[in-house]
């Protein structure tokens, strides 16, 4: 319990050492300076500066008696308040989020005019190169190989959700290799109604052996086989247009699913 305590106040953006003071006057009640150094293994003046600190936030309260002073853990009210205050600041960032990405859009565009290309290695990499996608301006088209869970877990449940939420539409055309692997269990949530379409084509006609999504200015190109990991975002107008009227051709091709 004293773990899942400090882990709750680290995610409040507290340090280390003040989780643990924290935990340890929520464990063994009010306690002076010296006592709490004792318990917590921080030098007294640093426990002394620490428990002002957490005095200032309204984590922790004194207790003024005849010769001494204590601190005392506060109760669930205020982390309450302190986990309300968190939630407002995210939504504040999130909300702010488009402002920031126009600007360092644009500020990009000024410092690396015509075709930029970045490359990803690793699933932490392709998450973040899935996570761009979420840039694109209503509707996002490609061919998808396998599962795109099975390379990056249960983090497509995260983008799945900030699609829909979002509004935005994704159409992706899908090959053999995709129905094979859809036999595997991986995570699968359920589609609602306006957001995914897809469309089947043999492999006879096209074999999809990778990853692509188009959307914006973007053609996004995801690899992963016998353990290799990579991706490319190619950022070029010219070159997601002409993919995106390859997609278009090939989308009156294939058959509804």
Not at 145 to 164: H, P, Q
Not at 181 to 198: A, K, Y
Request: aromatic share 12%; no cysteine.
């Amino acid at each position: 319990m004293n773990k899942i305590i400090k882990d709750f106040l680290l995610n409040l953006g507290l340090t280390a050492e003040e989780s643990a003071i924290y935990a340890s006057l929520l464990d063994k009640g009010p306690q002076t300076v010296l006592e709490v150094s004792r318990n917590t293994n921080v030098d007294r003046t640093g426990a002394y500066r620490l428990l002002e600190k957490l005095h200032a936030m309204g984590i922790v309260e004194e207790i003024i008696e005849e010769n001494r002073k204590m601190y005392k853990a506060v109760g669930l009210h205020t982390l309450e308040f302190l986990v309300r205050e968190k939630e407002t600041a995210v939504k504040k960032l999130r909300e702010s989020m488009p402002i920031i990405e126009n600007y360092m859009s644009s500020r990009e565009g000024a410092h690396q005019p015509g075709t930029k290309v970045l490359f990803y290695r690793g699933r932490d990499g392709i998450k973040q190169q899935v996570w761009n996608t979420l840039r694109a301006e209503k509707e996002a088209v490609g061919y998808s190989y396998r599962r795109l869970s099975e390379l990056i877990g249960d983090y497509y449940i995260k983008w799945f959700d900030e699609w829909v939420a979002r509004r935005l539409i994704f159409r992706d055309i899908i090959s053999d290799e995709y129905l094979r692997s859809i036999s595997q269990r991986t995570v699968n949530p359920h589609l609602p109604e306006g957001h995914f379409f897809t469309r089947y084509i043999s492999e006879d006609i096209l074999n999809i052996n990778h990853q692509m999504d188009i959307y914006n200015n973007v053609v996004s190109i995801y690899n992963w086989y016998e353990g290799e990991v990579f991706g490319v975002e190619i950022y070029n107008e010219k070159v997601a247009s002409f993919q995106r009227q390859i997609f278009e051709i090939l989308w009156a091709r294939g058959e509804e699913r």
